[in-house]
């Protein structure tokens, strides 16, 4: 099956400063979604982005799907960034299935 | 914006108990998921359904696990009986049919968190 690999996988920032985090996949995409799971355990949809670019307030996402990897920007960091982010891939067929990577854990400190 | 349903949010129980998860996937969507999320594998899909039908449960225990949708507003996940080895957090998702080579994004509940003594 397809693998999807994250980095970093820890990530230690100070309030206001800027981050990117990695998303590489082993095969074409059909479906790229990051998510940030917070404290509470929640799954929030941040960006669904097969490829191109989308930017939503401080957080923006790119996806070079053609050298399978994607990225995601947090500029201005808040202590409300802080949690596990996570990629999912699907990478098409009949089993719909999202493939996670492990996550990069974030820690914004104030 | 809608979402994803999923209730209870929290359960607590002992070993050989049967435990029911619910799920209300958004209107309109046509497939559901069941992720399971424990530290040592992470996210992993248990199954899910396309118009109500199960497509794919190869990633339950199925001697123990069984998942239903009896319409299409309501999915069930059951354990009977539980082990202490099945907590974990169970996330339901749900979408619509990708088209083709088109993809589809998937929206997921906050999730069961279950605790078995």
């Known amino acids: 099956g397809i693998q999807v690999e994250q980095s970093p996988p820890d990530l230690i920032l100070q309030e206001g400063a800027n981050s990117t985090l990695r998303c590489n996949f082993s095969d074409s995409v059909n479906n790229l979604q990051w998510f940030h799971q917070n404290p509470w355990g929640q799954l929030i949809n941040l960006f669904y982005i097969p490829s191109g670019t989308k930017q939503n307030g401080r957080l923006s996402a790119t996806t070079v799907a053609t050298e399978r990897y994607s990225l995601l920007y947090i500029s201005s960091s808040q202590t409300t960034d802080s949690g596990v982010y996570f990629c999912?891939?699907?990478?098409?067929?009949?089993?719909?299935?999202?493939?996670f990577g492990k996550g990069t854990l974030l820690t914004v400190n104030p | 914006d809608a979402r994803v349903t999923q209730t209870p949010r929290h359960k607590v129980t002992e070993m050989g108990q049967e435990v029911t998860m619910r799920c209300q996937p958004i209107l309109g969507h046509n497939t559901v998921f069941w992720y399971r999320q424990t530290m040592m594998q992470g996210l992993e899909l248990l199954a899910y359904f396309r118009n109500r039908a199960p497509l794919d449960d190869s990633g339950m225990p199925k001697d123990r696990f069984s998942a239903e949708m009896p319409d299409a507003t309501l999915a069930t996940l059951k354990i009977q009986p539980s082990e202490p080895r099945d907590s974990a957090v169970y996330f339901c998702?749900?979408?619509?049919?990708?088209?083709?080579?088109?993809?589809?994004?998937?929206?997921f509940g906050d999730g069961t968190r279950l605790s078995i003594l």
């Open positions: 998702a749900s979408g619509l049919t990708p088209d083709g080579q088109s993809g589809q994004p998937q929206h």
């Open positions: 999912a891939v699907y990478s098409g067929g009949s089993n719909y299935k999202l493939t």
